[in-house]
């Protein structure tokens, strides 16, 4: 595959995507965004390539733009032929892979975004933390659901997947790592296993630093 172009920023969304390039080999290079929640002009320069300016954003050599980690996830198994992150359509697995990971970015990744700059939902200024609280309250209990559901040593058991990464990525996320160690160990021990793996231990370091304990 030739050299795509991942548009990112530390610790945000890009690290699902830049992972699993690294995991494929894939040649890429990333283009540093700024924060777009307080950047203006980041945003703008994220907009001329996709309307959304958010990442994780995907162009090939071709100028083909990808957007969305789950269908980026998809197009990247099959475009290298792999089932190594994603099981193939007729494995055992594959039904409740696809399951979770419509979930992790229908229900669980939007709270992100609600919270994360929740100007753009809540005119009302007063209103903002009771709708951030509400929200993270909403995305406590999806996490304690997804805990309840994984498997050990993966999320889905035996076999590692595309949705270790998600998980790992996103325990650094709010309510924090202290939070999955307390209400969701299992996610966390995955996290934790994930990120020390060889192939892709440079990529969660260079995202978030030295491993945390949480």
Do not use: C
Not at 20 to 48: C, H, K, N, S
Not at 93 to 115: D, H, K, S
Not at 132 to 141: E, F, P
């Amino acid at each position: 595959m030739t050299s795509l172009t991942l548009y990112g920023r530390p610790g945000w969304g890009s690290v699902l995507i830049e992972a699993q390039l690294v995991w494929y080999g894939i040649p890429f290079t990333i283009a540093e965004v700024g924060d777009l929640f307080v950047e203006e002009a980041a945003r703008q320069r994220l907009a001329e390539v996709n309307p959304l300016a958010q990442v994780p954003t995907v162009v090939d050599a071709d100028g083909e733009l990808l957007t969305e980690s789950a269908a980026i996830t998809l197009w990247l198994a099959e475009r290298t032929a792999s089932a190594e992150l994603v099981p193939a359509p007729d494995a055992p697995e594959r039904a409740q892979f696809l399951r979770w990971l419509v979930f992790l970015v229908a229900n669980v990744y939007p709270t992100y975004t609600y919270v994360d700059d929740p100007a753009r939902f809540v005119p009302d200024a007063a209103a903002r933390s009771g709708f951030a609280q509400t929200v993270g309250d909403y995305r406590a209990r999806l996490y304690a659901m997804l805990d309840g559901t994984a498997a050990m040593p993966w999320f889905l058991g035996e076999r590692f997947s595309a949705l270790d990464l998600y998980v790992a990525a996103m325990s650094y996320w709010e309510p924090g790592r202290h939070w999955f160690a307390a209400e969701a160990p299992k996610l966390l021990a995955i996290a934790r296993t994930t990120e020390t793996l060889p192939k892709i231990a440079h990529v969660f370091e260079r995202n978030f630093g030295s491993p945390t304990a949480g």
